[in-house]
T-cell receptor
Framework: GAVVSQHPSRVICKSGTSVKIECRSL??????MFWYRQFPKKSLMLMAT?????????EQGVEKDKFLINHASLTLSTLTVTSAHPEDSSFYIC???????????FGNGTRLTVT | RKEVEQDPGPFNVPEGATVAFNCTYS??????FFWYRQDCRKEPKLLMS???SGNEDGRFTAQLNRASQYISLLIRDSKLSDSATYLC???????????FGKGTMLLVSP
């Protein structure tokens, strides 16, 4: 089945540094990828929709300058958390779809801890 | 009314029991529906898509009721390994809007 790989699975960084998270579709071309964050015991919150070759569409309340998304190819999207702060500590998950109305396939998530 | 609502549970059931969850959605333009399962501190994994005619996969049955705007998930013969949080996902055409329920926690005990 379709597989989405996300890397790294866990990262600890110091406040003020930037962290890049990669999301790759391994056996299909993903024209659209999604980025979410999840706080403990809460549901997934969509942060942005990333379309290959165009700017990402951010959800209301998500700072585009803080969460930089690049979708340069049909198999790779990256999320960069810039100038990370402790409140950015969270579980970040990407997902991708192979085509319209196909189900979402999720990456394994990245647990970010900012100290 | 929230766009997607689920009873958070937890639903505590013994092994072998049958349990059902519902998920209501408010937007009639919603077109695609899915059930995902999420284990603690893990990413969600697709359990099954929900089709208009209803669909079954082993012990799991999913149904869609467009008139009443809800989807359901029925789990028969519960196993300990079914313990997880079950998320419903509602999407509009082309995933222009994607909404997750908060999830329903299921705990299956011996």
């Amino acid at each position: 089945g379709a597989v989405v790989s996300q890397h790294p699975s866990r990262v600890i960084c110091k406040s003020g540094t930037s962290v890049k998270i990669e999301c790759r579709s391994l056996d299909f071309q993903a024209t659209t990828m999604f980025w979410y964050r999840q706080f403990p015991k809460k549901s997934l919150m969509l942060m942005a929709t990333s379309n290959e070759g165009s700017k990402a569409t951010y959800e209301q309340g998500v700072e585009k300058d803080k969460f930089l998304i690049n979708h340069a190819s049909l198999t790779l999207s990256t999320l960069t958390v810039t100038s990370a702060h402790p409140e950015d500590s969270s579980f970040y998950i990407c997902s991708a779809i192979a085509g319209q109305n196909s189900p979402l396939h999720f990456g394994n998530g990245t647990r970010l801890t900012v100290t | 009314r929230k766009e997607v609502e689920q009873d958070p549970g937890p639903f505590n059931v013994p092994e072998g029991a049958t349990v059902a969850f519902n998920c209501t959605y408010s937007n009639s333009a919603s077109q695609s529906f899915f059930w995902y399962r999420q284990d603690c501190r893990k990413e969600p994994k697709l359990l099954m898509s929900v089709y208009s005619s209803g669909n079954e996969d082993g012990r799991f049955t999913a149904q869609l009721n467009r008139a009443s705007q809800y989807i359901s998930l029925l789990i028969r013969d519960s196993k300990l390994s079914d313990s997880a949080t079950y998320l419903c996902v509602v999407a509009r055409s082309g995933y222009s809007t994607l909404t997750f329920g908060k999830g329903t926690m299921l705990l299956v005990s011996p």
